[in-house]
């Protein structure tokens, strides 16, 4: 990853941002992202190869792995955090677009060129709803995402122990997960931070319809 130009963009998103869409970047980047990529990646690194089933039946241990991690908390954090910083850049891109429909009509004009948009950045017209669309769709994927976590891992728990008796094991086998505290300690703490960035995007956007 080039940090370099991920600070550059993360300082472009500032500069457009209100005072809770700053807040909530910090959230998301020292709070999910960093923790995702510091700790999280390394508490999951093992949760296949130390599951362990106590029988030697072949294809057991991986069926009911499949069984009770059908989607990798890490794999879903990873889309989580991708679709949820996206708009974004939507944002970026919708300002960009100005500034070069700016530059363009100058060029045509001349003397003659009136400004359409004395300040580009200005939370006004299409940029304003762009601006609206981004947190609402941002707020959409984090709720989402918390219903998916919730129906895959009840109470987003892990059990130190669970009980499978899925073909081919020849009884009801247990299994045990690696790191279950750990991994249940990490899982809280993204919920809750997912939740704290949810809340941030409803105010903003009640800011921004109130304003």
């Known amino acids: 990853m080039n940090w370099g130009s991920f600070e550059g963009l993360l300082r472009a998103v500032n500069v ?88 363009r009509l100058r060029e045509i004009k001349g003397d003659n060129y009136r400004c359409i948009y004395p300040n580009p950045g200005k939370k006004r017209g299409g940029l304003w709803w762009t601006y609206l669309l981004s947190l609402i769709f941002k707020a959409s994927v984090d709720v989402v995402f918390l219903y998916i976590f919730f129906r895959f891992y009840r109470n987003y728990t892990l059990p130190r122990v669970v009980k499978c008796e899925l073909p081919p094991c020849p009884n009801v086998v247990d299994c045990f997960i690696s790191r279950p505290t750990e991994k249940n300690i990490f899982t809280l703490f993204m919920v809750v931070t997912t939740c704290v960035c949810v809340v941030l995007n409803l105010v903003e956007a009640t800011y921004l319809v109130g304003k």
């Open 16 to 103: 457009y941002s209100t005072a809770f869409g700053r807040i909530w970047l910090s959230v998301v980047f020292i709070f999910r992202l960093l923790v995702y990529l510091v700790a999280a990646e390394k508490v999951w690194s093992d949760d296949h190869k130390d599951f362990d089933c106590n029988t030697r039946q072949p294809g057991c241990t991986n069926v009911c792995f499949d069984h009770f991690f059908p989607v990798s908390h890490i794999r879903l954090w990873a889309l989580q955090l991708i679709l949820v910083t996206c708009p974004s850049l939507l944002v970026l891109m919708h300002v960009a677009y100005r500034e070069a429909k700016e530059e």
